[in-house]
């Protein structure tokens, strides 16, 4: 009896070329995979993707709004890049964007007269602040007792977005709001001021600045070596007398303070005021760019431009009566592609024919 | 049909990995209902000898007979429906089901509807007759490790197991729960079933078997009842003789001790005591050897010295200061350099480059950085004179660790751990798996250090060597220092004595003991 079987092999090393081509194909892959589906629910796939990629990149307006939308992504994607270096999973970028809108909401809705100089800078640290802290929550019980990130991340994500409903619906209300979800809208003085007549705003700059710091930190400095001993071999660098558990919290904190800031752009320069629909998943959409750009913070940068092309381009698929649950769909192809070709970047898989042994030949014959 | 009475014969087994032959034209013949030791330092090839009779690995040539009739012994599944299991050191259970259903694992039957009731009475009714007590509808985890290496039992016994291979059982069990197993071997044996027993412990073999083979080096050496040989003659036929006497190596001025451990005891992995009460030193200038079969606390011994597991109780003292659980950083500013057991797995990150490996214990001092900042170029000279100056064979800097040849990683680790400036240097099997080559290098290095003043712990299996390098041996054997003999009064025999277990009065009394 002959039987097919795939067997898995482990590569010696992972190809060079191979590790620069598996983001490029885990796009293409998804795009395959999502056009099955888009056919099936009697779309055609080239007009859909036609229709997102003139909605994101034909003009100027197109790209600005790719890039307003990829700023939050940027920063949320930069933590999670970082904490991932320590081989930490931080799930928890949604949670932390929104407390860091919540804290900067605060300041704008606490200091209704003072001037931008202050109202800022203080908006930006509240923010920066408030996502460390919200990281800081499961990052301690991980360092010093093992327990699991990535549960305790995702689910403080529930906290913080709940947490931004009671206070849309309770105490921050405004009054004249008609009963709309809605705080009282920030001075002009809360607001960051936009760049290019655009959309696009100061968190851009922020965001461009994080990835520059996050590449010159983690190659250049003894903070950043000890980052990528600790993420290739725990044991080396506890061996090596390196404070494991100290770095985990530190790199928690300042993905937190990241997607922190994430959210006091969104709040500051977008909303206007507080809201409850501030993200459509930009910490999930994070997770995802991170692995795409390697968890290298200028393809970081990359990608989550490209992915906010994806959610600019699903908005005008919309217009042709695509659901917005397809441009999710097609995110989490990606993020399934890109972890189906890390794997075989690192196993080769071969289709085996063997004879099947079968009970009987087996045994005494003598 | 003349060999009625083996339960199974092994005849001139030879298995060759890359590089070693592991068994060597090895016999084995296992008289039915007996208990058969087999005995042998690590690498002597036991494992290797039963993973063939348990069908894990194929023989390169020799011939297996099970009952009698010659064996094709293909796969696990073969061996078993021959009768023939294996309880592992490390068992194979699944921690979240239950006695029962770990037993039931696996098994052909039942097809479909997993009724528990009849295989948990069998379970029971297999506690009853070889006194295994375990509740069938236990979960694994809530089991004692002694508890979980009868439920690996029954599960041999459910499948019809009577050649029953038990390797290194007692390693992790409490001498209460030894009793009980022996016990419950004896029963098994009454009922006509045959047990190969794996050691290294000698009182365990005169207690235990009833015919003991010793393995050494891949080749048998001995094998008689055990009636009729003592421990003493096990211990040298296990250690060997053709060692000979420790070579002339330039005296050194011995200095006050780096090293003090007082009363040290500490917990394993598994949270049993690995380390008991352990009182030992080292001088300024001397190389201090560790003798002792694996698993006896070497690990961990050196892990608590280094500050990388704690100490449950008693004191480590480094260069006169009490630096008991310490971190590991304080440990190495202290002075004390760590050449760890697992090179790629502790001792370097395989995937960085040589430069990285090679700063790692340098980074944080002032010449490689500017404050936080590090100067890359600064490092890669460092770490080029240190390549140079030790001999690393590498295409360049650059190259990841794991691309270097056994030896040339290990040069570089002794590099890094000898470069900086230290009193005490820790080593646990330093030439382990390196070629002859590269042996001679370590060793040299060893020597070097030794004569410029620096005190050696030296923790390896391989005996010759310790004779080769250390002014003093200590044996460990169950986490406990057995004695410790001078570089002039060696006595191989009395070595394997203390390594497997049997305690030797000190050397005075025992001439006095023999000249009676």
């Given at each position: 009896?002959?039987?097919?079987?795939?067997?898995?092999?482990?590569?010696?090393?992972?190809?060079?070329?191979?590790?620069?081509?598996?983001?490029?194909?885990?796009?293409?892959?998804?795009?395959?995979?999502?056009?099955?589906?888009?056919?099936?629910?009697?779309?055609?796939?080239?007009?859909?993707?036609?229709?997102?990629?003139?909605?994101?990149?034909?003009?100027?307006?197109?790209?600005?709004?790719?890039?307003?939308?990829s700023?939050?992504?940027?920063?949320?994607?930069?933590?999670?890049?970082?904490?991932?270096?320590?081989?930490?999973?931080?799930?928890?970028?949604?949670?932390?964007?929104?407390?860091?809108?919540?804290?900067?909401?605060?300041?704008?809705?606490s200091?209704?007269?003072?001037?931008?100089?202050?109202?800022?800078?203080?908006?930006?640290?509240?923010?920066?602040?408030?996502?460390?802290?919200w990281?800081?929550?499961?990052?301690?019980?991980?360092?010093?007792?093992?327990?699991?990130e990535?549960?305790?991340?995702?689910?403080?994500?529930?906290?913080?977005?709940?947490?931004?409903e009671?206070?849309?619906?309770?105490?921050?209300?405004?009054?004249?709001?008609?009963?709309?979800?809605?705080?009282?809208?920030?001075?002009?003085?809360?607001?960051?001021?936009?760049?290019?007549?655009?959309?696009?705003?100061?968190?851009?700059?922020?965001?461009?600045?994080?990835?520059?710091?996050i590449?010159?930190?983690?190659?250049?400095?003894?903070?950043?070596?000890?980052?990528?001993?600790?993420?290739?071999?725990?044991?080396?660098?506890?061996?090596?007398?390196?404070?494991?558990e100290?770095?985990?919290?530190?790199?928690?904190?300042?993905a937190?303070?990241?997607?922190?800031?994430?959210?006091?752009?969104?709040?500051?320069?977008?909303?206007?005021?507080?809201?409850?629909?501030?993200?459509?998943?930009?910490?999930?959409?994070?997770?995802?760019?991170?692995?795409?750009?390697?968890?290298?913070?200028?393809?970081?940068?990359?990608?989550?431009?490209?992915?906010?092309?994806?959610?600019?381009g699903?908005?005008?698929?919309?217009?042709?009566?695509?659901?917005?649950?397809?441009?999710?769909?097609?995110?989490?192809?990606?993020?399934?592609?890109?972890?189906?070709?890390?794997?075989?970047g690192?196993?080769?898989?071969?289709?085996?024919?063997?004879?099947?042994?079968?009970?009987?030949?087996?045994?005494?014959?003598? | 049909?003349?060999?009625?009475?083996?339960?199974?014969?092994?005849?001139?087994?030879?298995?060759?990995?890359?590089?070693?032959?592991?068994?060597?034209?090895?016999?084995?013949?296992?008289?039915?209902?007996?208990?058969?030791?087999?005995?042998?330092?690590?690498?002597?090839?036991?494992s290797?000898?039963?993973?063939?009779l348990?069908?894990?690995?194929?023989?390169?040539?020799?011939?297996?007979?099970?009952?009698?009739?010659?064996?094709?012994?293909?796969?696990?599944?073969?061996?078993?429906?021959?009768?023939?299991?294996?309880?592992?050191?490390?068992?194979?259970?699944?921690?979240?089901?239950?006695?029962?259903?770990?037993?039931?694992?696996?098994?052909?039957?039942?097809?479909?509807?997993?009724?528990?009731?009849?295989?948990?009475?069998?379970?029971?009714?297999?506690?009853?007759?070889?006194?295994?007590?375990?509740?069938?509808?236990?979960?694994?985890?809530?089991?004692?490790?002694?508890?979980?290496?009868?439920?690996?039992?029954?599960?041999?016994?459910?499948?019809?197991?009577?050649?029953?291979?038990?390797?290194?059982?007692?390693?992790?069990?409490?001498?209460?729960?030894?009793?009980?197993?022996?016990?419950?071997?004896?029963?098994?044996?009454?009922?006509?079933k045959?047990?190969?027993?794996?050691?290294?412990?000698?009182?365990?073999?005169?207690?235990i078997?009833?015919?003991?083979?010793?393995?050494?080096?891949?080749?048998?050496?001995?094998?008689?009842?055990?009636?009729?040989?003592?421990?003493?003659?096990?211990?040298s036929?296990?250690?060997?003789?053709?060692?000979?006497?420790?070579?002339?190596r330039?005296?050194?001025?011995?200095?006050?001790?780096?090293?003090?451990?007082?009363?040290?005891?500490?917990?394993?992995?598994?949270?049993?005591?690995?380390?008991?009460?352990?009182?030992?030193?080292?001088?300024?200038?001397?190389?201090?050897?560790?003798?002792?079969?694996?698993?006896?606390?070497?690990?961990?011994?050196?892990?608590?010295?280094?500050g990388?597991?704690?100490?449950?109780s008693?004191?480590?003292?480094?260069?006169?200061?009490?630096?008991?659980?310490?971190?590991?950083?304080?440990?190495?500013?202290?002075?004390?350099?760590?050449?760890?057991?697992?090179?790629?797995?502790?001792?370097?990150?395989?995937?960085?480059?040589?430069?990285?490996?090679?700063?790692?214990?340098?980074?944080?001092?002032?010449?490689?950085?500017?404050?936080?900042?590090?100067?890359?170029?600064?490092?890669?000279?460092?770490?080029?004179?240190?390549?140079?100056?030790?001999?690393?064979?590498?295409?360049?800097?650059?190259?990841?660790?794991?691309?270097?040849?056994?030896?040339?990683?290990?040069?570089?680790?002794?590099?890094?751990?000898?470069?900086?400036?230290?009193?005490?240097?820790v080593?646990?099997?330093?030439?382990?798996?390196?070629?002859?080559?590269?042996?001679?290098?370590?060793?040299?290095?060893?020597?070097?250090?030794?004569?410029?003043g620096?005190?050696?712990?030296?923790?390896?299996?391989?005996?010759?060597?310790?004779?080769?390098?250390?002014?003093?041996?200590?044996?460990?054997?169950?986490?406990?220092?057995?004695?410790?003999v001078?570089?002039?009064?060696?006595?191989?025999?009395?070595?394997?004595?203390?390594?497997?277990?049997?305690?030797?009065?000190?050397?005075?009394?025992?001439?006095s003991?023999?000249?009676?």
């Open positions: 009896m002959n039987a097919l079987k795939l067997v898995f092999e482990k590569r010696e090393a992972v190809s060079p070329a191979y590790k620069f081509i598996s983001p490029l194909l885990a796009i293409v892959m998804s795009l395959v995979l999502g056009a099955i589906f888009l056919l099936a629910s009697g779309f055609s796939p080239l007009k859909v993707y036609y229709y997102m990629w003139w909605g994101a990149f034909s003009d100027w307006y197109g790209i600005s709004e790719t890039l307003v939308t700023i939050p992504i940027m920063l949320c994607a930069l933590g999670v890049a970082l904490a991932a270096k320590m081989l930490l999973w931080n799930v928890g970028a949604e949670g932390q964007f929104h407390m860091g809108a919540c804290a900067a909401a605060w300041v704008a809705l200091m209704p007269g003072a001037p931008a100089w202050q109202v800022l800078p203080l908006m930006v640290l509240a923010g920066m602040a408030a996502g460390a802290l990281a800081l929550l499961p990052a301690v019980p991980r360092a010093y007792l093992g327990v699991n990535i549960i305790t991340t995702l689910l403080l994500n529930y906290v913080a977005i709940y947490w931004v009671y206070l849309v619906h309770g105490p921050w209300r405004d009054p004249v709001s008609l009963n709309f979800p809605l705080s009282a809208p920030f001075s002009d003085a809360a607001r960051l001021p936009f760049l290019f007549g655009t959309r696009i705003h100061w968190g851009l700059v922020f965001a461009l600045a994080a990835a520059a710091l590449w010159f930190v983690l190659g250049r400095t003894k903070w950043g070596y000890e980052v990528t001993v600790i993420g290739e071999n725990p044991r080396a660098a506890r061996y090596a007398g390196m404070n494991i100290r770095n985990i919290v530190l790199s928690m904190c300042i937190g303070a990241l997607a922190g800031l994430g959210g006091m752009a969104e709040i500051s320069a977008i909303a206007g005021r507080m809201t409850r629909q501030l993200s459509p998943g930009y910490g999930y959409s994070a997770i995802i760019v991170a692995w795409l750009g390697k968890l290298n913070p200028w393809a970081v940068a990359l990608v989550s431009v490209l992915f906010g092309g994806l959610l600019v699903g908005y005008s698929a919309q217009v042709i009566g695509v659901t917005a649950a397809s441009v999710n769909m097609l995110q989490g192809l990606m993020l399934f592609c890109v972890l189906a070709t890390e794997a075989l690192r196993y080769r898989v071969r289709i085996v024919r063997e004879v099947a042994r079968a009970g009987k030949e087996v045994g005494v014959d003598g | 049909m003349g060999t009625v009475d083996y339960a199974v014969e092994m005849r001139d087994i030879t298995k060759r990995f890359p590089g070693v032959i592991a068994n060597d034209r090895v016999n084995l013949a296992v008289r039915k209902g007996s208990i058969h030791a087999l005995l042998g330092e690590n690498g002597a090839g036991k290797t000898l039963m993973n063939v348990t069908g894990l690995l194929r023989p390169d040539s020799g011939e297996i007979r099970v009952r009698g009739a010659k064996a094709a012994l293909r796969s696990p599944a073969v061996a078993i429906a021959l009768g023939i299991g294996m309880v592992h050191q490390h068992f194979r259970l699944v921690q979240t089901f239950t006695v029962a259903e770990n037993i039931t694992l696996g098994m052909p039957r039942p097809r479909f509807r997993l009724d528990m009731a009849p295989i948990e009475q069998e379970v029971a009714r297999f506690s009853a007759e070889y006194s295994l007590a375990v509740n069938p509808r236990a979960k694994i985890w809530q089991l004692s490790v002694g508890e979980q290496q009868r439920v690996e039992i029954i599960k041999m016994l459910y499948r019809g197991v009577d050649v029953l291979i038990m390797d290194e059982p007692t390693a992790v069990l409490t001498p209460q729960e030894v009793r009980e197993l022996f016990e419950t071997l004896r029963r098994m044996t009454a009922d006509g045959t047990i190969i027993f794996i050691t290294h412990k000698l009182d365990e073999v005169m207690e078997s009833d015919r003991v083979t010793v393995l050494r080096a891949g080749r048998n050496v001995f094998s008689c009842d055990t009636r009729d040989t003592n421990p003493r003659e096990l211990a036929k296990m250690v060997g003789r053709e060692i000979g006497r420790a070579p002339q330039p005296s050194v001025a011995i200095g006050g001790p780096v090293l003090e451990l007082h009363e040290l005891a500490a917990l394993g992995d598994r949270g049993i005591t690995v380390l008991n009460g352990i009182d030992l030193d080292v001088r300024a200038g001397e190389i201090h050897g560790i003798a002792g079969v694996a698993g006896n606390g070497q690990r961990e011994l050196a892990e608590v010295i280094t990388l597991r704690r100490a449950a008693g004191r480590v003292c480094i260069c006169g200061k009490d630096m008991t659980n310490s971190a590991p950083r304080s440990i190495i500013e202290a002075g004390v350099s760590h050449i760890p057991e697992d090179r790629l797995g502790m001792g370097l990150a395989p995937n960085l480059d040589i430069t990285l490996n090679a700063i790692m214990k340098r980074y944080r001092s002032g010449e490689m950085s500017r404050g936080p900042v590090m100067d890359e170029a600064r490092a890669r000279g460092w770490t080029g004179d240190l390549v140079e100056r030790f001999s690393v064979k590498t295409p360049n800097l650059r190259t990841a660790v794991r691309l270097l040849s056994g030896g040339n990683s290990q040069r570089l680790l002794l590099a890094r751990e000898t470069s900086c400036v230290h009193k005490l240097a080593a646990v099997h330093p030439t382990r798996g390196l070629d002859i080559g590269a042996t001679e290098a370590v060793r040299s290095i060893l020597l070097k250090e030794r004569e410029s620096v005190g050696t712990l030296l923790i390896s299996e391989d005996l010759e060597e310790l004779i080769a390098l250390c002014d003093r041996i200590s044996v460990i054997y169950e986490g406990r220092i057995m004695g410790t001078g570089r002039d009064q060696l006595d191989l025999e009395e070595i394997g004595m203390m390594m497997a277990g049997m305690a030797t009065a000190a050397k005075g009394d025992e001439r003991e023999a000249s009676v």
